[in-house]
């Protein structure tokens, strides 16, 4: 498969950019990619008028959760997972899942995003949603023992068999290991996911420092904060991607940037679980930590618009210090793409020759790109996911002309099982 983008504008410069395979093979003014690619591209794309970026990355998702989308919304974090989301989650079929995340897949076309980083519930069914619709996913089996040994057992059969496999599915699909938080799994078994992620090579998903609750409830039951509270268990590493992490002092963030943890900031889900919004970017970056954003699941997000968590991520940074000038529009978009990739280990997340051909082209024919002085400037601070009008992952065009394949079905079926598991009895 070859493509060649022809006349996109590359900051702020008409290009051509010739693709193959699933790779960038060459990027060069408009003319100038060599007449045998010019001759031998078997799709190509008038770019005028639209702008290319790297693929969106989002490393913090529950996809399926687009079932639970105003579900339970204005409630406290504990309040609305204990009596609206896992009691629901309990009903939860394969039938179910793949629907909720093939219904995200649609989403995170529609809105640029190319690559997601998943926690949940039958892994096997988001994994089947992602293969069909195309884009490349890290995917982990959320996992909980309540600090009770029968589950702790079970959680680690279910990982030794699910790594023990060879994987059914393409390289866009990896797996990762999902330890939920250090209130639902405990000090034994999140050691040994530990050992058995270095054995292994794969990464951790985990939601760390989310609330001050959850900072109180640790104090009192392990004596010390939830950062110092892995760091005593040894379980962080370059392998570690924290989710949240909002309640760390200077100390912790030295103990991050020395582990080599990585950290997701998630601000919908932060400001609208009220959990808190001083979410220390500035102070992680400085320190060598790399920190990418993601948008949490659709039930305490609301929706996977990675370019509005990428605005609400620089807003939210910059009103609590009082300083228009840090969390700037091209942070933002790195974090989004190239931080997050480099967090994934994979070679995306940068237009140039070489990499991995991820990549969404925008339509600059809107308002929110009149005039267009900053294209990132507007891009963040103006316009939001519906300015995605072409999607290509791993070198294949998955959405063009603002309509993913398929979703008028998919929007069907997802909420046909949301509306009949909610009534469902368990």
Same mark, same amino acid.
């Given at each position: 498969?070859?493509?060649? !983008? ?7 410069r008409?290009t ?12 060069a003014?408009?003319?100038?990619v ?21 693929g969106?990355?989002?490393?913090? =998702?529950?996809?399926a959760?687009? !079932? ?7 409630m406290? !974090?504990?309040?609305?997972l ?43 069914? =988001? ?51 999902g330890?939920?938080?250090?209130? =639902? ?12 992620a270095k ?12 609330t ?14 939830p ?6 268990l ?17 100390e912790?963030?030295g ?11 998630n ?25 990418a954003?993601?948008?949490?699941g659709?039930s305490s ?10 605005k ?10 009082k ?13 989004? =793409? ?6 994934l280990?994979?070679?995306a ?9 991820? !990549? ?9 790109f009149t ?10 601070f103006?316009?939001?996911g519906s ?10 065009i ?29």
């Amino acid at each position: 498969m070859s493509i060649l !983008l022809k006349s996109v504008e590359l900051n702020g410069r008409a290009t051509d950019i010739y693709i193959e395979g699933n790779r960038i093979k060459r990027i060069a003014p408009v003319g100038n990619v060599g007449e045998q690619r010019l001759l031998s591209a078997q799709t190509v794309i008038d770019g005028r008028r639209k702008a290319v970026i790297p693929g969106l990355i989002n490393m913090h =998702t529950h996809a399926a959760m687009t !079932l639970f989308r105003g579900f339970g919304d204005d409630m406290p !974090l504990m309040s609305w997972l204990e009596e609206k989301i896992w009691p629901n989650e309990a009903k939860l079929t394969y039938d179910d899942i793949y629907w909720g995340a093939k219904l995200a897949c649609v989403e995170m076309l529609r809105s640029g995003t190319t690559t997601f980083f998943d926690m949940y519930h039958q892994l096997d069914a =988001t994994a089947q949603a992602v293969e069909e619709m195309g884009l490349r996913a890290v995917l982990s089996e959320a996992c909980f023992d309540h600090f009770r040994p029968e589950l702790a057992a079970r959680s680690k059969q279910n990982i030794i068999k699910r790594f023990s496999r060879e994987s059914p599915y393409s390289e866009r699909i990896r797996y990762a290991l999902g330890p939920h938080a250090v209130y =639902t799994v405990s000090g034994e078994l999140l050691r040994w996911i530990s050992d058995f992620a270095k054995d292994n090579d794969v990464l951790i998903h985990l939601h760390l420092a989310e609330t001050e609750g959850e900072v109180v409830q640790c104090m009192e039951r392990f004596g010390t904060t939830p950062v110092r509270y892995l760091h005593r268990l040894g379980i962080l590493s370059p392998r570690v991607a924290l989710a949240h992490v909002l309640y760390v002092d200077e100390e912790e963030i030295g103990m991050l940037a020395d582990s080599g943890a990585k950290v997701v900031h998630n601000p919908a889900s932060n400001m609208k679980l009220a959990s808190g919004y001083r979410f220390k970017y500035k102070e992680m970056r400085d320190v060598g930590i790399t920190v990418a954003i993601g948008t949490d699941g659709c039930s305490s997000s609301n929706n996977l618009d990675m370019i509005e968590a990428m605005k609400l991520a620089s807003l939210s940074g910059k009103a609590w210090r009082k300083n228009p000038e840090v969390l700037t529009c091209d942070e933002m978009l790195y974090a989004a =793409t190239e931080a997050a990739a480099d967090m994934l280990g994979i070679n995306a997340g940068r237009i140039a020759e070489g990499c991995i051909a991820d !990549l969404c082209l925008v339509d600059l024919n809107m308002p929110a790109f009149t005039p267009n002085f900053n294209f990132v400037s507007n891009l963040v601070f103006a316009a939001n996911g519906s300015c995605i009008d072409t999607v290509i992952c791993d070198g294949r065009i998955l959405m063009c002309d603002k309509k993913a394949p398929g979703e008028d079905d998919i929007m069907e079926n997802a909420a046909r099982v949301a509306y009949d598991l909610i009534k469902r009895e368990k």
